[in-house]
């Protein structure tokens, strides 16, 4: 059974940076696409960055620029680099784990991590 478990959230000042990990568990960590999502107050879950196991990324237009998204195989864990950070990044941030193929396995869910920017 897969597990994705996600650490690094705070609470960060205007123009700060938090970088979140996430490691994963129980996976081919190599036959996943890795990402990261996040879902503020009243809003609907939205696509930050994710990342192939060949390292091709594909990042939101709202955090371009800003944040960075890595994987390193290895330790079966993928970060999201988040710098010059805005109060609008406030939200809970989830990781995700999407197999390449329905054959591999199923969708990963982290717990979700707070991150919390101030003015």
């Known amino acids: 059974q897969g597990q994705l478990v996600e650490s690094g959230g705070g609470l960060v000042p205007a123009g700060g940076s938090l970088t979140l990990s996430c490691a994963a568990s129980g996976i081919i960590f190599s036959l996943y696409v890795m990402g990261w999502y996040r879902q503020a107050p009243g809003k609907q879950r939205e696509l930050v960055a994710r990342?192939?196991?060949?390292?091709?990324?594909n990042v939101a237009e709202s955090v371009k620029g800003r944040f960075t998204i890595s994987r390193e195989h290895a330790k079966n864990t993928v970060y999201l680099q988040m710098n010059s950070l805005k109060p609008e990044d406030t939200a809970v941030y989830y990781c995700?784990?999407?197999?390449?193929?329905?054959?591999?396995?199923?969708?990963?869910w982290g717990q979700g991590t707070q991150v919390t920017v101030s003015l």
């Open positions: 990342i192939t196991p060949e390292g091709s990324t």
């Open positions: 995700n784990a999407e197999p390449l193929s329905p054959w591999v396995g199923i969708d990963y």
